[in-house]
């Protein structure tokens, strides 16, 4: 695993989009797609966005996988995450290949379904955020760090729904709903890449937990240590609690 720290959101996003677009580039090349898993949230905007102006890439030849949806949220609310995607990735690119998490559908249906599709090839990268509880997906604390089940069904803890009231997705917490789809902690281990973009003060606490503390379901994100190809990408204020000898190292 490497850290990497930036001075702010657009430098962080910026680095992370190219090293991303690079891994996509790099995939089709080998073997003629690229089967790319990704994040939506507040802290992804920039890198999303700076990753849909890069150049060269077939995006015709990306095949996208959905990582966490809310159940129960349409996909007409502001903090779906299907939503995100579409605006933020996909209406961008052109991808034409696209597996969204239906949060109206019967949700263990759409697990199933979504479970084939994922498990039918590897994946070639993973992007992914880490919670301000540490979470990883919507994979909450206590995480499961065992099951091989590509996607499950999951409870939302307190601090997560509280987090989707802080970024102004929901007015209040009443508001969030209490279970979601989530890709597995095991499958997004089983990405050939990883990368990860924090960003933000709000995020510092769990990233000091993830980075610094034991590897446990307790730190989700702090499984990503055992990844052998996870880059972390930080900004001042996500890394502010790290040692100085870790940020010294990234």
């Known amino acids: 695993m490497v850290l990497k720290v930036f001075n702010d959101r657009v430098s962080l996003g910026g680095a992370a989009a190219e090293q991303a677009a690079t891994a996509i580039r790099r995939a089709i ?15 992804q905007l920039e890198f999303l966005d700076a990753l849909t102006k890069a150049t060269d890439i077939e995006w015709q030849r990306v095949e996208l996988f959905h990582l966490d949806e809310y159940i129960g949220l349409p996909i007409t ?60 997906a919507f994979n909450d604390p206590p995480a499961d760090f065992e099951t091989q089940e590509p996607y499950l069904i999951v409870n939302l803890d307190e601090a997560c729904r509280l987090q989707q009231v802080g970024e102004a997705w929901f007015s209040d917490i009443s508001q969030v709903p209490t279970q979601a789809i989530s890709m597995s902690v095991r499958q997004i281990l089983k990405a050939k890449e990883i990368l990860a973009v924090v960003p933000d003060t709000r995020k510092a606490q769990a990233v000091k937990a993830c980075f610094e503390g034991e590897i446990s379901p307790m730190a989700p994100a702090s499984i990503l240590r055992t990844h052998p190809n996870a880059t972390i990408y930080l900004d001042h204020n996500s890394a502010a609690l790290l040692s100085t000898a870790l940020k010294t190292t990234a």
């Open 77 to 136: 609310h502001p903090g779906s995450f299907r939503k995100m995607l579409l605006e933020q990735l996909i209406q961008k690119t052109g991808i034409s290949r696209y597996y969204l998490l239906d949060g109206d559908a019967d949700a263990p249906d759409v697990v199933r379904r979504a479970s084939a599709a994922l498990a039918s090839a590897p994946v070639d990268i993973a992007f992914v955020g880490i919670g301000e509880n540490g979470h990883l």
């Open 29 to 43: 090349r080998d073997h003629g797609q690229a089967r790319v898993i990704a994040a939506t949230a507040a802290s």
